[in-house]
């Protein structure tokens, strides 16, 4: 095979979300400021900047007038203001109004498109001299001989699906750099290689996960009011199960709809995707869509985790930001200003390292005290005791979340601890199967046509980037013993059981179906499915989630 080709940088950042973006910009802001430069560049595996970005959103904008304080002169996508905000408790035919701590609410947020804000962003750190690269997937972190992160490799193009050089091959390039700044999001496949290098998590608490699926939807005018927020919990999920929906009403008309399930759920046959589609049919919600028009659909893992599962956020040659260390803030069900904040200390740390005369070390361990003393470290540590609460079921989650919002305002002389989400699944046997309704078509939809939605383009003839470790795993255990419960949690349907002619039965990975939400790499109960990247530009392209 042929040799890499190699280009040489000072920072090279791996991502295009907001923390990584933020992380380019400050990188260039701080240089600036001390009458130098440093060279950036920036790596996205998606067809475009924003193409794979998906979350609710509700904007807090503190990081980013910290970033760029002009940033409603430059254009900033921040066109929604929230105007009203409210959260209830949904039983199967009701909806009661819940009181909202001060720490969940939205005065002086933006219900915003993600994806426009990278694109934003990514145009500001362009014009700084930033240097981005959508299409290109980093799938290989490169070391020196001392075992220190020198840069990373994009993947091999062409490849056919054994993975041979097909006829338009092209050998992947070596990204090379003083250090290697990973903002991968949730549960990176490059992270989660760093995790297990540099045990990187060794001394915190499990990370715990959720899955957000989210639709936009054109809604009549006299079911819209722009600004309004609607946070719920309750149905449709049983009392065992955390989760809950949004409904924010953006411009013209259009509706955001989402919902998160914890992957800390203990029922097999439990199914994110069709949760979400019932939410959407309740009473007190079903009037939205009845005559209105779904036009997008994506979903997304997210890091719930928080203060206690923050991992150790440097090793030698480069740093964690964003949601691939688990920045997200669950009670205020917000991530985006934690994530730009953390780019912007991990920016300011690099530039103090990298700037230095006397430099001689490998690791940048000034990051990690400075984002402790960071506002951002702060707001974190007073919710961490709101999310373990849940593994206890919903009504003491409930009751703990009250006595930590309200009455202890994150003072509680203890933290609690979380659990392994993959560890959870009960054996089918021991659980009751739960029946799903068949879509209307109308308000509720099947997975085929919610993918038609998304998007999504994967060279079908290149290798799966969906690896079993151990092939016979997914039949001798899941499907035997969980019923296949990679069947049911995947929100694009790329897991199927069929017959071989045999009668046996074997696993179907549809791998060209990829959300690349990464649910698969953190629920399989025997950690069997490895998520890698598939060529650069694979994926979902997400338009305005």
């Known amino acids: ?23 380019a910009i400050r990188l260039k802001q701080t240089a600036a400021e001390r009458g130098q430069d440093l060279s950036v560049c920036v790596l996205e595996k998606a067809s475009e900047v924003g193409a794979h970005v998906l979350s609710g959103a509700v904007m807090d904008p503190r990081a980013l007038t910290e970033l760029l304080p002009d940033w409603s002169k430059r254009g900033a996508p921040l066109h929604v203001p929230v105007t009203s905000d409210q ?29 426009q804000v990278c694109r934003w962003l990514a145009r500001e750190a362009e014009a700084l001299g930033v240097e981005i690269y959508p299409g290109f997937a980093a799938s290989e972190i490169l070391y020196d001989d001392k075992g220190a992160v020198v840069g990373v490799a994009t993947g091999d193009m062409g490849l056919l699906r054994d993975g041979q050089p097909g006829p338009h091959f092209q050998r992947g390039m070596a990204l090379l750099a003083r250090q290697t700044v990973f903002a991968e999001g949730c549960r990176g496949s490059l992270t989660r290689v760093l995790m297990e290098k540099f045990s990187l998590d060794q001394y915190g608490e499990p990370q715990t996960y959720g899955l957000g699926l989210k639709e936009i939807w054109e809604t009549d005018a006299s079911c819209h009011q722009k600004g309004q927020v609607t946070h719920s919990v309750g149905w449709p999920l049983t009392r065992d199960t955390y989760g809950g929906g949004w409904i924010y009403h953006l411009d013209n008309n259009q509706i955001s709809v989402g919902f998160v399930v914890g992957l800390d759920y203990s029922n097999p046959s439990l199914s994110p995707f069709e949760e979400f589609q019932r939410f959407k049919t309740h009473p007190a919600l079903r009037h939205i ?23 150790r956020l440097t090793f030698p040659g480069g740093i964690l930001v ?23 200390v991990a920016a300011e740390a690099l530039g103090d390292f990298l700037l230095s005369p006397d430099i001689g070390e490998k690791e940048c361990t000034q990051y990690a005290t400075a984002l402790k003393n960071s506002w951002v470290w702060s707001e974190l540590y007073r919710v961490r005791n709101v999310r373990p609460g849940f593994h206890h079921g919903f009504w003491p989650g409930m009751l703990n979340a009250a006595y930590e919002l309200w009455v202890a305002k994150g003072r509680s002389p203890w933290t609690l601890s979380h659990r392994k989400d ?113 060529e650069g530009g694979s994926g979902p392209n997400y338009a305005n989630l």
């Open 322 to 344: 964003g949601d691939a260390a688990g920045f997200m803030n669950v009670p205020r069900i917000k991530g985006s200003h934690t994530a730009l904040k953390s780019g912007m």
């Open 87 to 115: 959260f209830v408790f949904l039983t199967r035919t009701r909806a009661w109004s819940v009181p909202i701590p001060e720490a969940m609410q939205n005065h002086g947020n933006f219900i915003v498109s993600l994806s």
């Open 289 to 311: 869509f009845e005559n209105g028009r779904r036009i997008a659909y994506g979903a997304k893992a997210l890091s719930e985790g928080g203060w206690q599962s923050i991992p």
């Open 1 to 23: 095979m042929t040799a890499r080709e190699s280009m040489n940088y000072d920072v090279v950042i791996v991502g295009a979300g907001p923390s990584g973006l933020a992380c």
């Open 422 to 534: 993959h560890e959870q699944l009960k054996s089918y046997d021991q659980c009751h199967a739960i029946q799903y309704e068949k879509p209307d078509g109308r308000v509720t939809f099947d997975r085929p046509s919610s993918l038609f939605l998304a998007n999504i383009g994967h060279d079908e003839s290149q290798p799966s980037h969906l690896k079993l470790t151990d092939p016979q795993s997914a039949i001798e255990i899941n499907y035997k013993r969980f019923h296949s419960p990679e069947t049911h949690y995947c929100p694009a349907g790329v897991y199927e059981i069929a017959r071989k002619p045999d009668g046996h039965p074997e696993l179907i990975i549809n791998a060209q179906n990829c959300l690349h939400c990464k649910t698969c790499d953190i629920k399989d109960p025997e950690q069997n499915i490895r998520w890698t990247t598939p």
